[in-house]
């Protein structure tokens, strides 16, 4: 860290005048540019007592060796010197707005001799006209896709152009009317280039007086009874109206402006454009910036103004430039931009009307933009690595932890209990590795027996795989249980039996072989075929159970009986958000603000989630289940078209032969068939609301009206 003192200018050094200054590293190389109306005033207040300046000012002095400076004459040659030197040194303390992605543009070769139109991204050519930016190329394309049938120009590239020429013959787009074939001399090179200037002039807003003339040569064609050539401007009109169409009507009064806003917070900064030509939303376009010197609001509107228009001149400047805040002096800036236009442009903030109705619009999608990019930065490695260490720092654990396996039971009033297993490596869910048990060692509601249960038997399988692949002696390690079931019923996960902890329901693991000492070398916790983790081959480094003391210390219980002693436990308990740990009185209480308490937040949520899900679907399935799943040859459309028709099993059951064929697709074989299977099914009893106590009519009316009422741990 470099003494501001070492390397400050002697007094009197500095002149009292307009100018531009340089802040070079010991390197050598630039690392900040700015402008001034005094250098002399400017400079000084970098070298004034460090705790005085802001932190980001005081962060550049400091890695700054020294300082240089260059006179202008007045203070719009120093706003251009800036913007040059910028884009020359591309400094590292400058706010330096970045496109957030590559918008394409509409763009004509006007410096060809047979102008073409095109898409075009990246930095501007000279002698090419520019519409734009565009949100999407496609966007692009259906406009001109739509103008080539009034303005034929030539959209093809120097190659297909250069090949159609020597063969003599046009491509496709010659023979369908949307080019006008210069490559084969069907229009000369005056002709195209008139084309080509009436395509930009309806592209830059003049539209309105195109559409009348068209309108008054399809009158004269009609009057003069060429009504093939009518129908043809006609259709020319509607294209045109078609395109106009795609872009909204903002402002009544055919304005040509640029509208600037930005939304920040004490780091970054989103800026939004909306290019408005002829009244019309030409273009959109945004940038987000980390704020890595101390900026105001005018100060991020300038820089911005140096993006937009640096390279830009004529039209490429609109007149007016509507901004939330005008830059301190703003004369300078005026100046520039009138300069850079050729005519007069005025810079102002909009304060009543359309326009600030717009404004408030740019405003919102800065917003949204500064909000979309902090969502995919907390996604980001940095982010996340914070989160984990604080969960580290807060649990007391020797590192962070890399894998975390979260668990939660979900039943309905103790009926289908299951549980779920959800798994997050580097703080992003891994859905690869995501789990689902049934409970069936008991029946009834006992949420911390279940959790018990659950962290048992994946821990089981664990140290079945070490057993399996050598990593685990019996004699020193304990005794992994191990039981062999075969997958059956609906949530089987494998057709053939597998070596799994009884009532798992998840993916069987290859046939074990020889352990210990004998195990397969290959053999492993990545399957050699697959190159893919094995079942529960890693462990995590913590376990999150959803729920506070009972269930973490089950938790612990389950893996202490196993003598696993080297993964953490803890629980979050859903009421104020606690963090337990196993033995402890009190829990732990992260900030609201943490990334730690977020990421557990979001791994118990998932969990939450993805047991709802399974039980849910347990139960649509038993609830499913009937006396019409017994009847042979009926499958599950015709099963459906029948409960629709009657409303219940019950009042089907009544119903005779007859009025079952009455139903589509059901013959009086198969009504023949349900009658018997019915007739031989005990009536159902009658179906209760659990909510209110109240008997239901039907079968169909109970399942209709049920509730979810799901309790889980």
């Keep these: 860290m470099a003494d501001p003192s070492s390397y400050r200018p002697k007094p009197g050094q500095i002149p009292d005048s307009p100018g531009v200054y340089r802040f070079r590293d010991e ?3 630039v690392i900040y540019v700015g402008k001034a109306k005094s250098l002399r005033q400017r400079l000084s207040s970098y ?3 460090l705790a005085g300046l802001h932190p980001r000012t005081r962060t550049m002095v400091t890695t700054a060796a020294s300082v240089e400076w260059t006179v202008v004459t007045t203070e719009v040659e120093a706003l251009q010197l800036e913007y040059s030197w910028i884009k020359e040194y591309d400094p590292r303390f400058n706010v330096k707005y970045r496109d957030d992605k590559s918008y394409p543009s509409l763009a004509v070769t006007l410096n060809e001799e047979f102008p073409r139109v095109q898409v075009m991204r990246g930095p501007k050519r000279k002698g090419v006209r520019y519409f734009g930016p565009y949100a999407h190329a496609w966007a692009i394309r259906e406009t001109v896709d739509l103008l080539l049938r009034v303005f034929p120009v030539r959209t093809c590239s120097a190659g297909v152009f250069k090949r159609s020429a020597q063969i003599g013959r046009p491509c496709l787009l010659g023979y369908i009317g949307k080019c006008s074939a210069p490559c084969v001399g069907r229009v000369t090179p005056e002709e195209h280039r008139e084309l080509a200037d009436q395509f930009c002039d309806f592209m830059a807003g003049s539209t309105g007086a195109y559409l009348r003339r068209l309108e008054k040569q399809m009158q004269d064609a009609s009057d003069e009874l060429e009504f093939e050539k009518a129908a043809r401007l006609r259709d020319d009109i509607e294209a045109l109206r078609r395109a106009m169409e795609k872009n909204a009507v903002v402002l009544t009064d055919a304005t040509d402006a640029d509208l600037i806003a930005v939304a920040e917070d004490e780091l970054e900064a989103a800026v939004q454009i909306f290019h408005v030509r002829g009244g019309r939303v030409r273009g959109q376009r945004g940038w987000v910036t980390d704020k890595v010197e101390a900026v105001d609001t005018a100060g991020l509107v300038e820089h911005a103004l140096q993006q937009l228009y640096g390279e830009e001149t004529g039209e490429g400047v609109p007149r007016e430039v509507l901004v939330p805040a005008v830059p301190d002096p703003a004369d300078p800036v005026v100046e520039w931009l009138t300069a850079r236009r050729g005519s007069n442009v005025s810079l102002r903030i909009p304060q009543r009307g359309d326009k600030k109705d717009l404004m408030a619009t740019v405003q919102r999608n800065a917003q949204q933009a500064l909000a979309l990019h902090k969502t995919k930065r907390a996604s ?43 798994v997050f490596e580097d703080g992003l869910a891994r859905k690869s590795e995501y789990r689902r048990f049934q409970i069936k060692s008991f029946a009834g509601q006992d949420d911390v027996r279940a959790m018990h249960e659950v962290v048992g038997r994946r821990f089981r399988r664990y140290l079945q795989e070490k057993q399996r692949t050598g990593e685990w002696d019996e004699e020193t390690g304990g005794e992994p249980v191990v039981g062999t079931v075969s997958p059956t019923g609906p949530d089987a996960a494998g057709p053939s039996p597998a070596p799994v902890d009884p009532g798992a329901v998840a993916a069987p693991v290859p046939s074990s072989g020889p352990v210990g000492p004998d195990a397969d070398p290959a053999a492993g916790p990545v399957d050699p075929e697959t190159g893919r983790p094995r079942r529960f081959a890693y462990p995590p480094q913590l376990v999150v159970v959803d729920g506070g003391r009972p269930q973490v210390a089950a938790a612990r219980r389950a893996l202490d009986e196993l003598g696993i002693d080297d993964v953490a436990v803890c629980g979050l308990a859903k009421r104020l958000e606690e963090v337990w740990l196993p033995g402890d009185e009190d829990p732990v209480v992260l900030p609201r603000t943490s990334e730690g308490l977020y990421l557990l937040q979001r791994i118990r949520d998932e969990a939450h989630r993805f047991a709802i899900a399974y039980q849910r679907k347990k139960r649509s399935k038993s609830m499913r289940s009937g006396p019409l799943e017994t009847v042979p040859g009926l499958g599950e459309t015709r099963r459906q078209a029948l409960l629709k028709h009657f409303g219940s099993v019950k009042r089907l059951r009544a119903a005779t032969i007859d009025q079952i064929c009455e139903v589509p697709g059901i013959g009086r074989k198969t009504a023949e068939t349900v009658v018997v299977a019915l007739a031989g099914a005990a ?30 741990g």
């Excluded at 649990?395 to 297993?421: K, N, Y």
């Excluded at 109240?694 to 979810?708: L, V």
Aim: proline residues 4%; charged residues 25%; contains cysteine.
């Design 27 to 29: 390197h050598g190389r």
């Design 683 to 712: 009536p159902a009893g009658p179906a209760v609301n659990t909510a209110t106590g109240e008997i239901m009519e039907d079968e169909a009316a109970a399942a209709a009206s049920s509730s979810e009422r799901g309790q889980h």
């Design 47 to 49: 070298f004034q007592d």
């Design 380 to 422: 980001d490695l940095t982010t996340r690595s914070r989160a984990l260490e604080e969960i580290a720092e807060a649990l007391d654990l020797d590192s962070a932890p890399l894998r975390i396996e979260c668990f939660d039971v979900s039943h309905l009033q103790g009926d289908d209990v299951v549980a779920s297993m959800v």
